[in-house]
């Protein structure tokens, strides 16, 4: 298969979220859960995408910008926007830099299935630390470290209550890799594998504190889709808040 990006995927990748419940069914929830009322709040969602849940924040009375790489992307998050105004305003930009956004302009920030894309992933906690105001939170979501590394496959089991279970192999070796699954993204545009360590260490190295982690279990269709769901999490769920200067610099030397 020929690899891509987001941009040239991006007419594909709108339609694949529409159809993959754990979108609306276990990340929207899970998103929501740590991110709590965002009324009044000023949102980056960073790495947006077609903007899904920046709308589904801005419904809910937030103030959000959305910053994305792929052009065709915003391109459609535009329409979108169109259709349904909700004052979102979106900025392409290297969530990497942000250049496009302002020093401390935000109380929080989303990044939703997003890390796994982008190379440098201390450059990106960096720039939400710049873009955030003191104390300001970050929630992001990933595909979980622990059970979707490269490869992790699905291991009948003879345990009729536990039928399925996930064998873990290469977890150490931190690399991009593109799947064999020719259904899914990650065989399109690839991943980067990073040990769950690696995630904690570098936001704490930002300057961040961990408040709650979420390892939602499936909804009833996902279940469906993915059986082994039911036995081992398929995604994480971070919220951390920005730890003021000397509390970070005490963070950051651990
Ligand atoms: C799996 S999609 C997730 C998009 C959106 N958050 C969602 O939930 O649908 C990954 C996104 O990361 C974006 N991306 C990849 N590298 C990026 C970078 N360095 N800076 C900003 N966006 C980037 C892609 O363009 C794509 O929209």
């Known amino acids: 298969?020929?690899?891509?990006?987001?941009?040239?995927?991006?007419?594909?990748?709108?339609?694949?979220?529409?159809?993959?419940?754990?979108?609306?069914?276990?990340?929207?929830?899970?998103?929501?859960?740590?991110?709590?009322?965002?009324?009044?709040?000023?949102?980056?969602?960073?790495?947006?995408?077609?903007?899904?849940?920046?709308?589904?924040?801005?419904?809910?009375?937030?103030?959000?910008?959305?910053?994305?790489?792929?052009?065709?992307?915003?391109?459609?998050?535009?329409?979108?926007?169109?259709?349904?105004?909700?004052?979102?305003?979106?900025?392409?930009?290297?969530?990497?830099?942000?250049?496009?956004?302002?020093?401390?302009?935000?109380?929080?920030?989303?990044?939703?299935?997003?890390?796994?894309?982008?190379?440098d992933l201390q450059a990106t906690f960096q720039s939400v630390r710049r873009i955030l105001k003191p104390g300001g939170w970050l929630v992001f979501a990933i595909p979980h470290p622990c059970f979707e590394s490269p490869h992790a496959q699905w291991t009948s089991l003879s345990d009729p209550e536990h039928p399925l279970g996930r064998t873990v192999t290469g977890y150490f070796d931190e690399r991009q890799w593109f799947s064999s699954n020719p259904d899914g993204v990650r065989s399109r545009v690839g991943d980067y594998h990073r040990m769950l360590s690696t995630y904690l260490n570098q936001l704490a190295a930002a300057g961040f504190a961990l408040e709650r982690a979420l390892e939602p279990g499936p909804s009833d269709r996902q279940a469906e889709r993915v059986p082994g769901n039911r036995e081992v999490p398929t995604l994480l769920l971070i919220r951390a808040h920005l730890l003021d200067g000397p509390q970070a610099e005490n963070m950051s030397r651990v």
Not at 97 to 110: I, M, Y
């Open 1 to 119: 298969m020929t690899r891509a990006s987001y941009n040239d995927i991006a007419q594909w990748y709108d339609q694949f979220l529409r159809e993959r419940p754990v979108y609306m069914e276990v990340i929207l929830p899970g998103l929501l859960t740590l991110v709590g009322e965002v009324e009044g709040e000023v949102i980056c969602d960073l790495a947006c995408g077609q903007g899904w849940v920046a709308r589904e924040l801005a419904r809910r009375g937030a103030q959000v910008i959305g910053l994305d790489l792929a052009p065709n992307l915003l391109a459609l998050a535009q329409r979108y926007e169109v259709q349904e105004p909700l004052g979102i305003g979106y900025v392409q930009g290297d969530a990497q830099h942000a250049e496009g956004l302002s020093d401390q302009q935000f109380t929080g920030c989303v990044c939703v299935m997003a890390l796994i894309n982008i190379p």
